[in-house]
């Protein structure tokens, strides 16, 4: 049976007998954003896999290592990038047969180095073969790194590769670089990184349709916090015209909208330029284009309102142009 022909699997356990068959190749890392430094290792693992007749199989984790900590020492954790169905589909995009989906947790935090790799790759995964970024650490501390790793894949028998950084200009693509960028807006330098534009995925929920009492009735869709970006952009929705497939144009809001809200929760809307019905539940993809300016707070709606022409106006003008 070929790899092409497996179907994609994901499992939230360890299964010692899951791989007797048919051992694994397996890389690691968070995998937050799955830019395009992560799809080269998912794509080497998967040449690899080709090669050794095994299956290309990723280990990640939820929630990741520096999110655990930081909650743990009652700090911000890092902006998440995508919701971890975005990041799933990502990594088996690439051709990844199966997913180890790590809890992370005190005692994943306490296991040793040895301990990982006997537990996880060893009689969890059956690995034969392993790939890792240079900057890897793993276990208790973060003692274990790329020799560690090399030398107990040594003593087990397993192939051990660790994977160059992925650069453009001498700059190291990273999900931290992602981050600052969509940090400051600039929606086309985090699109560069991850070889895709930014994207954020939800089911349409209802709101407190303010938006439809002032002109603009728009679709929304709850977040996560800390948000990776805010900021009112132009934006394609993709799941809107199901029949056609094509994405519709659109004003997107990320933010807590503070002109409406005392402590608002992160919010996506959109306001649709060209479209109007009845869209509450469904699952859309929102394709951030450009940043039309920062989220501010108004003294009053009538202000509010105001600004909001100009927004839908500038957000014409960005589509307009790129159509010319």
């Known amino acids: 049976m070929s790899i092409a022909t497996i179907r994609p699997t994901l499992a939230r356990d360890l299964r010692p007998d899951a791989f007797v068959q048919r051992p694994t190749a397996v890389t690691i890392g968070n995998f937050d954003g799955v830019h395009r430094g992560h799809q080269a290792m998912l794509?080497?693992?998967?040449?690899?896999?080709?090669?050794?007749?095994?299956?290309?199989?990723?280990?990640?984790?939820?929630?990741?290592p520096g999110t655990y900590f930081a909650r743990m020492a009652d700090k911000t954790p890092?902006?998440?990038?995508?919701?971890?169905?975005?990041?799933?589909?990502?990594?088996?995009?690439?051709?990844?047969?199966?997913?180890?989906l790590t809890r992370f947790n005190a005692a994943m935090a306490a296991m040793t180095p040895d301990e990982f790799c006997d537990r996880v790759l060893k009689a969890g995964l059956n690995a034969k073969w392993v790939i890792v970024g240079d900057d890897f650490?793993?276990?208790?501390?973060?003692?274990?790194?790329?020799?560690?790793?090399?030398?107990?894949?040594?003593?087990?028998?397993?192939?051990?590769?660790?994977?160059?950084?992925?650069?453009?200009?001498?700059?190291?693509?990273?999900?931290s670089l992602v981050r600052d960028a969509l940090r400051d807006g600039d929606v086309v330098t985090a699109a560069a990184i991850l070889g895709r534009p930014y994207r954020i995925s939800g089911k349409v929920a209802h709101g407190d349709k303010l938006g439809r009492t002032i002109g603009f009735p728009t679709?929304?869709?709850?977040?996560?916090?800390?948000?990776?970006?805010?900021?009112?952009?132009?934006?394609?929705?993709?799941?809107?015209?199901?029949?056609?497939?094509?994405?519709?144009?659109?004003?997107?809001?990320?933010?807590?909208?503070?002109?409406?809200?005392?402590n608002g929760k992160p919010l996506l809307e959109v306001y649709l330029l060209?479209?109007?019905?009845?869209?509450?539940?469904?699952?859309?993809?929102?394709?951030f284009v450009k940043r039309i300016r920062a989220e501010e707070k108004f003294?009053?709606?009538?202000l509010m309102t105001e600004q909001m022409h100009r927004d839908i106006t500038a957000v014409r003008t960005v589509f307009h142009r790129a159509a010319a």
């Not at 693992?45 to 990741?64: D, E, I, K, N, S």
């Not at 890092?78 to 180890?100: N, S």
């Not at 948000?227 to 519709?248: M, T, W």
């Not at 060209?274 to 394709?287: C, K, M, N």
């Open 43 to 64: 794509e080497v693992t998967c040449q690899a896999a080709r090669q050794r007749g095994l299956t290309p199989a990723a280990v990640t984790f939820a929630p990741a």
């Open 219 to 262: 679709i929304n869709v709850p977040l996560w916090t800390p948000l990776p970006l805010s900021g009112i952009f132009a934006v394609r929705v993709y799941g809107v015209d199901v029949a056609g497939g094509q994405p519709v144009t659109g004003a997107a809001n990320v933010g807590v909208r503070p002109t409406v809200k005392e």
């Open 78 to 100: 890092p902006a998440k990038l995508q919701r971890l169905r975005d990041k799933l589909a990502c990594i088996w995009a690439v051709g990844i047969q199966h997913i180890q």
């Open 274 to 287: 060209d479209f109007q019905g009845d869209l509450y539940g469904r699952r859309i993809v929102v394709e």
């Open 299 to 302: 003294a009053s709606l009538e």
């Open 137 to 175: 650490r793993y276990g208790k501390g973060r003692a274990g790194d790329v020799k560690s790793l090399h030398t107990w894949c040594t003593a087990n028998g397993i192939e051990c590769y660790v994977m160059p950084a992925v650069k453009a200009m001498e700059v190291r693509f990273s999900s």
